[in-house]
């Protein structure tokens, strides 16, 4: 899509005349005295969050913030791979593809080597390697990506709305309150005079802060945000502009002689572009002199850098000064003295870096996406309150290695270019080396969560090398049976809580009674140690707590639906229809085989869990039942009163 040619518009480029795409205010109510989660924050991570938990209808959420209506122009705007993996789960990853700018290609410029005083690109490189992830890395306002959680959260099951004009005056816990021990006093903004406050109070279950780095709620819960500055400041400006400099609409690294760095981020639209432009150094303890800065100390600095090339702004959408800083708080959450957590913490409330690496939404929203599954459990009786502790304990480990690679990569980029000059410089090619080094972190996919209660040991790893245990689950194309539709595997994980089994066969006829599908699908059915059987309730559908789909090596045309155990064809809703779309097929089409793609065992299959979040819990053994119920044993809780009794029937031999 092309927008932005006769100016910066904000909101949705579909709508034509600008004056349309205006949102009307949303409407002022107060707030309610009880819900089961506050959400302090409509930042990314916030928002994020309350999407998740709008999908279940029995969870009152509560989110606040303290500007007066939605974001429209927004900071962040680099969204990971790992990012659209997440989006596709809500459904919204085509529209963001379709309007952002696609980062494909990264341009590496240093002096020239016959003129220093002038730069020259030395290469370009992918953005991200070959199978990284079906999702590509795209740029794109932050305010969009708010506006498609804000559709979700309204067109959702709850039909949740952001309250606005809120201000957390505090925030108190009282574990001897067993139902709602978390209490928040929000000031009102009813009218600027200070003698007119509005106090309101909301009690809840769980509160999390998605409130930024000054947040309140951290500071309420005692923690604070500790790490160090490097003393550098630097602009951003998105802009519209016309200029001889020829990667202009590429991702572009810079480093001049002596007048700085600019990095270069096209936006969306295929005008405007944003820019990243360093400024002079800080000496110890100083902050930059914003009083006295303008877009115009921006626009000059940037073409110093880029000489011989020459930039003239048309228009300056929006810019901004900021110093670099890595800071981590000293606890994601409230727990103390073995108690488990009542309140959290998420996104810059938590960890604070620049922006450069275009992790600060990346980061903040896989918070909250690892959060929200957890929640829901807890809330609506699936887990124990254990479950809550692995956040912290997940999340800090990731953001500390976040801290360490941003704190490296400014580093580097603030950092002059070697030369004769200048022996202690930043060697361009060891900069390019570290930018590829660390690219599957840039891209989200490089998490790695440790053992603990929901991620398991890796000792079946070898049944499927190229899916890692404690990592996302890295999806590959396959033939959906029913209806010989190719599809992305991965997609079946929508944001919906629930877990996953994928069982891929192994060399045995699918009509066999020794096929290992067709035994695990009657034990998940009919066994009463079966995880499906014990933990779904008795009012929902089968596969509303644990979703059990088959992958199988024989060509989709040479396998029937009556060669299928019935439970692949479960009966769901209110009418009982069948869901024909549990079964897949390798897609020898195209070439692109998920067993070889995915390093799966062929002769001996293996069952592969997949967190709510889409992380792989554990792979194990196709005909390891007993594992298998252990391992949900360990993680989830049988619901009150009566089981899901098992009626899918035994198969039709």
Sequence with gaps: MQFHMNGFHPGDPRIHDPQDRIVAPPIKRPLPTHCDVAIVGCGPAGLNLAAQLSQFSDIHTVITDLKDDRLTVGQADGMACRTLEMFQAYGFAEQVIQEAYGVNEVAFWKPDPSNPEHIARSSKIDDVEEDLSEMPHVIINQARIHDHFLNVMRNSAAKNEPFYSRKLIDLLVDHSDKEYPVTLTFERAVTHSQFNRELETVKCRYAVGCDGARSQVRKSIGHELVGDALNQAWGVMDILAVTDFPDIRLKAAIQSINEGNVLII???????????????????????????????????????????????????????????????????????????????????????????????????????????????????????????????????????????????????????????????GVDPAEFQKYFELFARFTAGVGIQYKRSMVVGDSSYQHLATGQHIGQRFHSAPVIRHSDAKPVQLGHCHTADGAWRIYAFSGKVNPRSEACGVRTLAEFLANDRASPVVRYTPDEADIDSVIDFRAVYQTPHRDLERYDLHPFLTPEKGTLGLKDYEKVFCVDYGSGQNIYSMRGIDTTRGCIVIVRPDQYIATILPIANHKQLAGFFEGCLSEPKGPVKAPKQGRADH
């Design 266 to 424: 096209p936006r969306e639209g295929g005008y405007m572009v944003r820019m990243y432009i360093e400024l002079d150094k800080l000496k110890k303890d100083e902050r930059v002199d914003r009083e006295n800065m303008t877009v115009d100390v921006l626009i000059n600095a940037a073409n110093r850098i880029m000489a011989p090339y020459k930039l003239d702004v048309k228009e300056v959408p929006w810019w901004s000064i900021y110093e670099i800083g890595q800071r981590l708080t000293t606890a994601f959450d409230d727990s103390q003295d073995a108690r488990p957590p009542q309140v959290f913490l998420a996104g810059d409330a938590c960890h604070t870096h620049s922006p450069k690496a275009g992790q600060g939404l990346n980061t903040s929203v896989m918070d909250t996406w690892n959060l929200g599954w957890k929640l829901a459990h807890v809330l609506t009786g699936k887990a124990p309150r254990a479950l809550l502790s692995t956040y912290s304990v997940e999340r800090a480990d990731i953001a500390k290695q976040l801290i360490d690679f941003d704190r490296e990569w400014s580093k580097m980029f603030s950092s002059k270019p070697k030369t004769e000059d200048n022996p202690d």
